[in-house]
Antibody
Framework: EVQLVESGGGLVQPGGSLRLSCAASGFTFSKSEMNWVRQAPGKGPEWISYISSSGSTIYYADSVKGRFTISRDNAENSLYLQMNSLRAEDTAVYYC????????????WGQGTLVSVSS | DVVMTQSPLSLPVTLGQPASISCRSSQSLVYSDGNTYLNWFQQRPGQSPRRLIYKVSNRDSGVPDRFSGSGSGTDFTLKISRVEAEDVGVYYCMQGTHWPPGFTFGPGTKVDIK
């Protein structure tokens, strides 16, 4: 069974940093593309970042480019999102999600971790 | 960038009756490999999204056959043949054809029981 478990969310002040983690199991993580998708309260999902299976290809949404960094550790079956210079508009539930079909689709999502940016 | 729209945004339905949700894209979603990367997700209250349909019309494993997807090009539809109480939630379409830069979601359609 595919499982994705996010952690690391919490309350942070504007301008602060957080590092999110996603522990993967039930599939061959090292062969899977991965994504981070966020969902602000009462809003629809917003894709924010992609990383290829090897980590050699990375993409970001314009809304987080230059502030967030995606990475992975295939030996640990883990995905990460380093978030710097956080803003109030970054407040959301952050999901890791598995990419499939060569990266052109998403199938499984984790349960999410809440990030709140407020003073 | 590709813009995804959905209608209606709110859909009250009677148990046992059919429901239909429309999703439109601002550009054709047919990719150069011939596939159309249009997915449908269900998000029940308090839960994370669950994929129902991939590549327009393929049901994911475990998805009841009362859910069906159809469409082509820029115009797509999710149908529920007979709505059950567990179908309450928000339904999103998502395109993956025009990426990078990234996946694009529709605004969502909230389905609830009359």
């Amino acid at each position: 069974e595919v499982q994705l478990v996010e952690s690391g969310g919490g309350l942070v002040q504007p301008g602060g940093s957080l590092r999110l983690s996603c522990a993967a199991s039930g599939f061959t993580f090292s062969k899977s593309e991965m994504n981070w998708v966020r969902q602000a309260p009462g809003k629809g999902p917003e894709w924010i970042s992609y990383i290829s299976s090897s980590g050699s290809t990375i993409y970001y949404a314009d809304s987080v480019k230059g502030r967030f960094t995606i990475s992975r550790d295939n030996a640990e079956n883990s995905l990460y999102l380093q978030m710097n210079s956080l803003r109030a508009e970054d407040t959301a539930v952050y999901y890791c999600a598995r990419g499939v079909s060569g990266g052109w689709e998403i199938d499984y999502w984790g349960q999410g971790t809440l990030v709140s940016v407020s003073s | 960038d590709v813009v995804m729209t959905q209608s209606p945004l709110s859909l009250p339905v009677t148990l046992g009756q059919p429901a239909s949700i429309s999703c439109r894209s601002s550009q054709s979603l047919v990719y150069s490999d011939g596939n159309t990367y249009l997915n449908w997700f269900q998000q029940r209250p308090g839960q994370s999204p669950r994929r129902l349909i991939y590549k327009v019309s393929n049901r994911d494993s475990g998805v009841p056959d009362r859910f069906s997807g159809s469409g082509s090009g820029t115009d797509f539809t999710l149908k529920i043949s007979r709505v059950e109480a567990e179908d309450v939630g928000v339904y999103y379409c998502m395109q993956g054809t025009h990426w990078p830069p990234g996946f694009t979601f529709g605004p969502g359609t909230k389905v609830d029981i009359k």
